[in-house]
Structure formats: structure tokens, C-alpha cells
């Protein structure tokens, strides 16, 4: 997780996979190298949870795709992709589920500026999208996916 992850991203994420019925494999690291994620060829693609900028920043320099846990959203069909893309991962008033301090399993924070590009409040998940069992997402309402 390193320091800035957070368990509350890693349990949300494992639990939309299994509710979608895809396996994974949780790799713990002391940090994170092409050639460690190289070690394990029949993984199709990562998501780390350590620090957003690491995908952001250094996605390019590995082999296979390393993902945010916003992109894990988006490819998981859980919300469209946003315009500009949500760089809220620290934020007090949080886009989704994929970030440190959303949802009411986080402590509350003093309020500070809304993020930026809010998610439409009216929009619930598809009829098609399967919610999650382990964590509070299933009642929160998120973006409708692009068609």
C-alpha cells in the first residue's frame, strides 16, 4: 500500500473482482519495479494503490498497463471517463471510491474546495453494473458509463 494507500481502496477494488467473478492476485512490495511486475507474465494488468502518480508519471516504463484505482474504475465499467481527468485522489470532497478520503467509511475532514468536475448525483449505477459486497459503494450513485 506504501504510505499513501489506503486499505479501504485495496478491500473496494478486491471486492468489485470478486463480485464480477475475476481473479487477481494482491502483490504486496517495497516498491514497485518493471522488472518485479515482469516476474509474473500471466498477469494481464495491474492496479496499484500506493501512490496515483506512479501510474501517472511512470505507467509508460512498464510492461503490461499500471493502473489508478480511477482507471481500474473506468475499465471495470464502474463510471465513465471523466474530462479533465480527476486528480481528487487527496481530496476532502472525493469523485468516487478510488480515493483516500470518500465515502462515509472515512473519517470526516474540515470542509475544504469541492473537488473539481463533481459526479453527477442524480446518476445511479447501471441496471447491468454489479454492485460490490463488502463495502459501501453499492449505495453511493456514480456516473452513467459512456455508451
Request: aromatic share 8%.
Amino acid at each position: 500500500l506504501g504510505r499513501q494507500g489506503s486499505p479501504k481502496i485495496l478491500e473496494h477494488l478486491e471486492s468489485r473482482l470478486r463480485a464480477l467473478g475475476l481473479s487477481f492476485v494482491r502483490l504486496l512490495l517495497s516498491e514497485i519495479f518493471p522488472s518485479k511486475l515482469s516476474l509474473l507474465p500471466e498477469v494481464d494488468v495491474w492496479v496499484q494503490v500506493a501512490c496515483p502518480r506512479l501510474s501517472i508519471d511512470w505507467g509508460t516504463a512498464f510492461p503490461k498497463p499500471l493502473l489508478t484505482p480511477y482507471e481500474a474504475a473506468v475499465a471495470l465499467r464502474d463510471i465513465s471517463w471523466q474530462q479533465p481527468y480527476p486528480m481528487d485522489f487527496y481530496a476532502g470532497s472525493s469523485l468516487g471510491p478510488w480515493t483516500v478520503n470518500h465515502g462515509q467509511d472515512r473519517r470526516p475532514h474540515a470542509p475544504g474546495r469541492p473537488a473539481r468536475g463533481k459526479v453527477q448525483e442524480e446518476s445511479t449505477h447501471p441496471p447491468s453494473a454489479v454492485t460490490c459486497e463488502d463495502c459501501s459503494c453499492r449505495d453511493e450513485k456514480v456516473a452513467p458509463l459512456a455508451p
